[in-house]
């Protein structure tokens, strides 16, 4: 009797746990916007695209041969982010693992170091106008 009570008692909490994590996953997964991505993917020039989609594993749109982007041990390149350089961006390049190496007010373009698998994310901030190699 009380090996039943607690098999229906472990069912009954594995299938509120299935209803609760479904949604959330479903709800997760509908915040990336396919078209904000496709925007933000546009502000990455071709070399860099290439080498994202190398370190994905999505061979069909990574070509071979050498794209001339060099990345360290860590997975890290040197980008140029056309944008101005303000507080906030600043605080985004360190927060997806990135640093600032050097910054000019002039052609309003920032110098980082950052990890090639967050540039989408870099990119698609509003102020981000583009990211090239260095």
Not at 9 to 38: E, G, N, W, Y
Not at 41 to 46: C, D, L, M, T
Not at 83 to 98: E, M, Q, W
């Amino acid at each position: 009797m009380r090996t039943a009570r607690v098999v229906v008692v472990f069912v009954c909490c594995t299938a509120i746990a299935l209803f609760v994590a479904a949604p959330a996953l479903r709800a997760q997964r509908s915040l990336v916007d396919p078209q904000a991505r496709l925007s933000a993917q546009q502000k990455i020039s071709a070399p860099l695209m290439t080498e994202i989609y190398r370190r994905r594993g999505d061979a069909r749109r990574a070509p071979k041969g050498t794209t001339g982007v060099r990345v360290d041990r860590h997975g890290r390149t040197l980008v140029r982010v056309h944008a101005p350089l303000n507080d906030a961006l600043k605080r985004k390049i360190a927060a997806l693992g990135g640093r600032v190496m050097s910054s000019a007010t002039v052609p309003q373009e920032v110098v980082a170091l950052m990890p090639v698998s967050m540039l989408e994310r870099l990119a698609a901030d509003d102020t981000v106008r583009a990211i090239t190699a260095n």
